[in-house]
């Protein structure tokens, strides 16, 4: 195997164990559930063995054996079922967690992130629900797999010896066969869902530029496109499921050998002589009941190697969530003062740079217009501020001090940032307001609400602030959207206001509603706004003409 490809695996097995220890309160009730369902059938067959032999002339039995043995059977069966919701409530709880983490992170990385939103997606949702199968089936039957045989063969050597070490025999090749089905099992697996990552991705991101695909006339091209993906996914599904069917097909051929070995072993039972019928029976009824761990076992290894596919992708991203260096803030500075020497940026060196030698200084209470044509770097310039991004070359200085010397996240701790469409959550207006910042209080939440105008409609709804909007909630509108994202920027109160084309897709009459709210938020504090607005570049008083990542032109209003 070559170097990555150890890497990898080291790192999803890293995973994997972490998330098990950390759950391992909730995946200890599977385990200890069927160990009592395992001694349960032991005593079960006990009876049942008494009761055959019986039947066979052999000792005498009655009604409290065979009571006792239906007990049992019921016992049994109400700790296989104990046991199913055990094992559910363990992988419900590990991948909660995974998926807090895996969106935490996501949302940490925001614009740095270079998967597509579809990927993103199914990153944290196939992948993630792959995993279900290793908490809840895999860390349970591997557990009982060697404990609950084991303690089955030592019974069934107590009554027979030479039947014991049949058992313990077969329990020693089980993981050998597996072994060898199950080779390239964990490679079919991270194949099959690298595929269906790339293709829920594709999927998703045509959807959304379906209208530009169906204007340029490759639709066609697209479909066959996404056909042969959906192509790929069925042939590497295939491939798995054979492996699974191989394994299991192993597993059942041992048990029949060993099967065949003990009724040849105890043969002379039904034509009379064995010196003690109810020990033969007694070892031919636990064969199943020797395998059925097994078979779990078998059933889960599946699960491991889909698991270690699934992590292999997810470990990466987790990975990095504490990898974040950097000073804090000691406390929050009343102001900033931003300034940029000479900063240069480049994403891919094959597309060139995004930002050249660019300089400029914003002070407390003004407010700096970034304009120009797209991609001539704007939107660069708040990803630095953001820390989505670091500059190639150059300095970044807030109140004269390095600002890359920061934590990213203490850089968007000093800032309040409005883009182009506010995203609202299915929740009420009052606590999408709030996400700001949620220790904020209901007298801080409607003063922002005010100063940004959203009561102007919020009164007129059904329940005020208080309504639901999102999905399945009150629809508003794009410029009703966007003042519930410029009362966030208002409670966040952050010394830096940044603004990406905020008041773009608007019609004229809601923009114009809109600039005065931007005034205020503005007011006292340092604004870099980046927009292709004429009405924002003329209500403000400084514009930077920006081309080519660079500072073309400097101008005052008026000029």
């Not at 599977?30 to 052999?58: D, E, Y």
């Not at 519930?484 to 920027?489: E, G, I, N, S």
């Not at 114009?512 to 008083?541: K, N, V």
């Not at 990542?549 to 400097?554: E, I, L, N, T």
Request: proline share 5%; aromatic share 6%; hydrophobic share 50%.
């Amino acid at each position: 195997m070559s170097q990555p490809l150890s890497a990898e695996a080291a790192r999803a097995r890293a995973l994997l164990s972490a998330t098990a220890r950390q759950g391992r309160g909730k995946m200890a009730r599977p385990v200890l559930l069927g160990l009592a369902s395992i001694a349960c059938g032991l005593a079960q067959a006990w009876f049942m063995a008494h009761l055959l032999a019986t039947l066979l002339g052999h000792g005498a039995s009655g009604w409290p054996d065979l009571m006792a043995a239906a007990a049992l059977a019921l016992l049994g069966i109400g700790l296989g079922v104990a046991q199913e919701r055990a094992q559910a409530d363990a992988g419900a709880a590990a991948r909660a967690g995974l998926r807090r983490r895996a969106f935490a992170r996501l949302l940490a990385l925001g614009p740095a992130d270079p998967r597509p939103a579809g990927e993103r997606a199914a990153l944290v949702v196939d992948r993630i629900e792959a995993l279900d199968g290793y908490f809840a089936r895999w860390l349970p039957a591997a557990i009982l797999a060697a404990a609950g045989p084991l303690l089955i063969a030592v019974a069934v050597a107590s009554e027979d010896p030479l039947s014991g070490v049949i058992l313990f025999a077969a329990g020693a090749l089980v993981p050998v066969g597996m072994a060898i089905t199950g080779i390239g099992a964990a490679l079919a697996s991270r194949r099959q869902f690298d595929a269906l990552q790339a293709l829920s991705g594709r999927f998703l991101d045509r959807m959304r530029g379906l209208p530009q695909i169906v204007l340029f006339g490759r639709q066609d091209s697209e479909a066959r496109a996404l056909g042969a993906a959906a192509d790929e996914l069925r042939g590497r599904t295939m491939r798995v499921l054979r492996v699974a069917f191989l394994s299991g097909l192993s597993l059942e051929v041992i048990a029949a050998a060993v099967l065949g070995c003990l009724a040849w072993r105890h043969g002379n039972l039904l034509v009379g002589g064995h010196p003690d019928p109810q020990a033969a029976l007694f070892c031919l009824l636990m064969v199943p009941g020797f395998f059925a761990p097994l078979r779990a076992f078998s059933a889960a290894y599946h699960e491991r190697m889909a698991a270690n596919g699934a992590a292999a992708a997810l470990a990466p991203l987790l990975a990095e969530e504490n990898a974040e260096t950097g000073l804090l803030l000691a406390e929050m500075p009343p102001s900033v003062v931003v300034t940029f020497e000479h900063v240069g940026l480049t994403y891919d060196p094959s597309r060139g740079p995004a930002l050249r030698d660019l300089s400029f200084r914003v002070l407390p209470g003004e407010a700096l217009v970034l304009a120009g044509a797209s991609g001539a770097g704007k939107s660069s310039v708040l990803r630095l501020l953001m820390g989505f991004a670091r500059p190639d070359s150059g300095r970044i200085a807030f109140n004269g001090r390095d600002a890359t010397s920061l934590r990213p996240s203490e850089l968007r701790r000093l800032s309040a940032y409005v883009g182009q469409k506010a995203h609202l959550f299915r929740d009420s207006i009052r606590n999408n307001i709030a996400l700001a910042r949620p220790e904020a209080t209901d007298a801080e939440i409607l003063a922002a609400a005010r100063a940004a105008h959203v009561t102007d409609f919020a009164d007129a709804l059904p329940q005020g602030l208080d309504t639901q909007v999102g999905e399945g909630g009150y629809g508003l509108s794009g410029g009703q959207a966007q003042r519930v994202a410029m009362a966030r920027a208002f409670l966040r109160n952050a010394p830096l206001v940044l603004l990406d084309e905020p008041t773009a897709h608007l019609d004229p009459g809601t923009e114009a509603e809109l600039l005065d709210s931007l005034r205020r938020l503005c007011a006292g504090r340092t604004a870099i706004i980046a927009t292709h607005s004429p009405a924002l570049r003329a209500r403000f008083s400084r514009v930077l003409e920006m081309a080519d990542g660079r500072a073309s032109v400097a101008r005052m209003a008026g000029e």
